[in-house]
């Protein structure tokens, strides 16, 4: 079983339209969370830390439910700039150093 | 340097010849991470050096491949008796090690390999 698990997509939706999306993770241990975000034949770049009581930056907010083992990521009024792969990393609490990430999930914003 | 430098970008090779990537970390963090990424994956964990030494490299997917970070700056990832399952981006992040910028990865804009 994968640590992380993520829908690849594509998520094809129009421009200023509200998406979310969701990563599971299969160890309760795990500390941090974080979504990345990979343009095509980019590299990944930190979108943002998910903390245990919820955050927001902007249009982004990010959502933990350490019961249910999930993380969610909404963006709102989607623009076309926000066309990306977003990865779900995990962080376990007994390896500090380990990240485990997600296959991403594809999201296309269409005018 | 002011970002994770990766050099080759692109080195197409033949099947069963050896390969080295060079990774730069950022200047000052002790943290180097190795990944691979095939197309429509997510990244995977190679190998993680603290300083000079490996410190974890249980992701190296067997003895063909070696890295090393002699002087706790550079690492260089080694690929002997390249073959087609190879071809893959492989990327190197850093992190400050320790402290509130452990958990921040930063990578670079990786090492695309083709192994023909």
């Known amino acids: 079983r994968k640590e992380v698990e993520q829908d690849p997509g594509p998520f094809n939706v129009p421009e200023g339209a509200t998406v979310a999306f969701n990563c599971t993770y299969s160890?309760?241990?795990?500390?941090?969370f974080f979504w990345y975000r990979q343009d095509c034949r980019k590299e990944p770049k930190l979108l943002m830390s998910?903390?245990?009581s919820g955050n927001e930056d902007g249009r982004f907010t990010a959502q933990l439910n350490r019961a249910s083992q999930y993380i969610s990521l909404l963006i709102r009024d989607s623009k076309l700039s926000d066309s990306a792969t977003y990865l779900c990393?995990?962080?376990?609490?007994?390896?500090?150093?380990?990240?485990?990430f997600g296959s991403g999930t594809k999201l296309n914003v269409k005018p | 340097g002011a970002g994770v430098s990766q050099t080759p970008s692109n080195k197409v090779t033949e099947k069963g010849k050896y390969v080295e990537l060079r990774c730069d970390p950022i200047?000052?963090?002790?943290?180097l991470y190795w990944y691979r990424q095939s197309l429509g994956q997510g990244p995977e964990f190679l190998i993680y050096?603290?300083?000079?030494?490996?410190?974890?490299d249980s992701g190296l997917p067997n003895d063909r491949f070696f890295a090393v970070r002699p002087e706790g700056s550079v690492s260089t990832l080694k690929i002997q008796r390249t073959e087609r399952g190879d071809s893959a981006v492989y990327l190197c992040?850093?992190?400050?090690?320790?402290?509130?910028?452990?958990?921040?990865?930063?990578f670079g804009a990786g090492s695309r390999l083709t192994v023909l």
């Open positions: 990393v995990v962080n376990p609490r007994y390896n500090f150093n380990k990240f485990y």
């Open positions: 992040a850093s992190t400050m090690g320790a402290g509130a910028g452990a958990n921040v990865l930063t």
């Open positions: 200047s000052g963090h002790t943290a």
């Open positions: 160890n309760s241990a795990s500390q941090s």
């Open positions: 998910v903390y245990s």
């Open positions: 050096f603290q300083g000079t030494g490996a410190a974890d």
